[in-house]
């Protein structure tokens, strides 16, 4: 299966890239200094698709912590019922043990029923 997946899925995604990369090999000069562009202290200056690839790259794992951060509380929930499960599952084995060990209780003695014969002799 893993063959499969890196033959199907990770081969092709990888020469599209190589093939990005070979595209966009000019360099780009990028500004962290919002009211000065031109403040090299503050600038990089690098190929262009490393710059795009990083960006996408960036946005995967800020949207990846923006879900994660999203469902705490079902993760939240989800630990309580766990927790919940686990006592419930240790109070059924504590009555199971001691379900086995308690005395037999007697059953009420019912009399038998009468057998009774209709006027022809018939049981009934």
């Known amino acids: 299966m ?11 995604l990888a020469l599209v890239l190589l093939a990005f990369a070979l595209a966009n ?25 490393i710059v795009i690839i ?3 790259m960036l946005g995967v794992v800020a949207g990846g912590i923006a879900t994660w ?7 939240k929930a989800a630990r309580r019922l766990e927790a919940e499960a686990a006592q419930a599952r240790a109070e059924l084995a504590e009555q ?14 019912v009399p038998p ?6 006027k022809q002799h018939a049981t009934l």
């Open 2 to 12: 893993r063959k499969f997946v890196n033959t199907v899925v990770i081969v092709p």
């Open 25 to 49: 090999r000019r360099f780009v000069t990028v500004s962290f200094n919002p009211f000065d562009p031109n403040d090299a202290s503050l600038a990089l200056t690098l190929p262009l698709f």
């Open 54 to 56: 990083a960006s996408a």
């Open 69 to 75: 951060i999203g469902q705490r509380r079902h993760r």
């Open 96 to 109: 199971r043990r001691n379900a086995a060990f308690a005395a037999p209780v007697p059953r009420p003695t």
């Open 113 to 118: 029923l009468a057998i009774a014969q209709d």
